[in-house]
């Protein structure tokens, strides 16, 4: 016969079960939603995004270069240039170890994120981060490629401009052969993100 302290361990051991059980689920849902079993290794593949210039880019502009990818938008309030500063730091920790890394910042916002205002934006943070917008379908293509999930979200019911978009936050790091090597969560520290990189190139 249990005794009523087991049956409590009993049911507390569920519970745990239970939250890890649905926080693992919530993560792989915000990383890779959509994806097939197979995992991370199907993260990133062809893309079509227009430049600051105007000029059409594809993946294969950077093949040959170590690429790091981020997804995010000029207006986001916060999680945005909290990232993109941590990589700007990061490349200036890595110096000139880092010198032909290519950042790629790819708006989810490409009906108020403009070729030149994207780029310019981005170019603020560090030269090597480039900014990249294009068409709602090249972007949406884009973001499919990488498993990043977007939305628009919080509309101002009187502006139609005034909206912000979530959006998955992870930073992407792929190797020179354009094939998925790491990423690193919202929050990493430039510190940890650059001895990753190193260790990666
Ligand atoms: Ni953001």
């Known amino acids: 016969m249990k005794t009523p302290l087991t049956r ?12 890890v059980a649905g926080l693992a689920g919530r993560h792989y849902w915000g990383m890779i939603a959509g994806a097939p079993e197979s995992g ?27 690429l790091i990818v981020y997804f995010g938008y000029t207006y986001c ?8 500063t ?15 890394i290519a950042v790629l910042f790819i708006t989810v916002d490409p009906e108020r994120d403009r070729p030149e205002n994207v780029g310019e934006y981005a170019r603020v943070f560090h030269p090597q981060i480039v900014g990249l917008t294009g068409t709602i379908e090249q972007v949406t293509a884009a973001a499919r490629a990488y498993r ?8 101002n019911p009187n502006d139609p401009e005034d909206y912000l978009v979530d959006h998955s936050a992870y930073t992407y790091m792929m190797g020179r052969d354009g094939k998925f090597l790491t990423h690193f969560p919202h929050g990493v520290s430039a510190k940890d993100m650059a001895e990753r990189i190193a260790k990666l190139l």
């Open 8 to 19: 409590i361990g009993a049911v507390l051991a569920v519970i745990a079960v239970i939250a």
């Open 40 to 66: 991370v290794a199907a993260i990133g593949g062809p893309f079509t995004l227009i430049d600051e210039g105007g000029r059409t880019v594809t993946e294969a502009d950077f093949r040959g270069q170590p």
């Open 77 to 84: 309030p916060d999680v945005c240039p909290t990232t993109l």
């Open 86 to 100: 941590t990589i700007a730091e990061a490349l200036d920790l890595l110096g000139n170890k880092g010198h032909d």
């Open 148 to 155: 990043v999930y977007f939305a628009k979200a919080s509309q």
